[in-house]
């Protein structure tokens, strides 16, 4: 993907910033629903996010995912990314597809590997030759991960390790 159009997906995401907010719009909690919240912060830069997600007790589907955040434009375009493919899926079809975003961020190749190079997700594709970068686009997903109770350690540069 050319640089111009990664940088003005990336942009047009941090602006938009769909699923953005906490109003209770499309919340549909009832007693057979988990709702989980997750904040993360970046220590190194200030970035941080906070997720909100409902999921239903019998499929685990994803019926409600929201966000807040602040920082910079990667670290809210990916959110705003996450929060924009998330509702419907399952928590097991959103782990394999957050395993498949850390290894796109990490993978400093730039090569869009099991994401589609048309996707908006590949913007995020080779982030991981830059460090604090790629932290900042591994934030949302990190949050992510936490909330459905995939047990791995946030992205820290051009690994996964501890915090």
Known sequence: MEQ???????????????????????????????????????????????????????DATITHLRWDGRGCIVSQASAAMLASRAEGMTAAQLQRLSREVHELIVDQSGAPGDIDENDDLATLAGIGRFPLRARCAALAWDALDEAIGRDSAPVTGHDRGPE
């Open 4 to 58: 111009s159009l990664r940088e003005a997906i990336l942009v047009d995401y941090a602006r938009r910033r769909p699923g953005c907010g906490f109003d209770g719009a499309g919340s549909r909690v009832t007693d057979a629903t988990a709702v989980r919240s997750v904040h993360r912060r970046n220590p190194l830069c200030g970035d941080e996010v906070v997720l909100r997600l409902e999921v239903a007790a019998g």
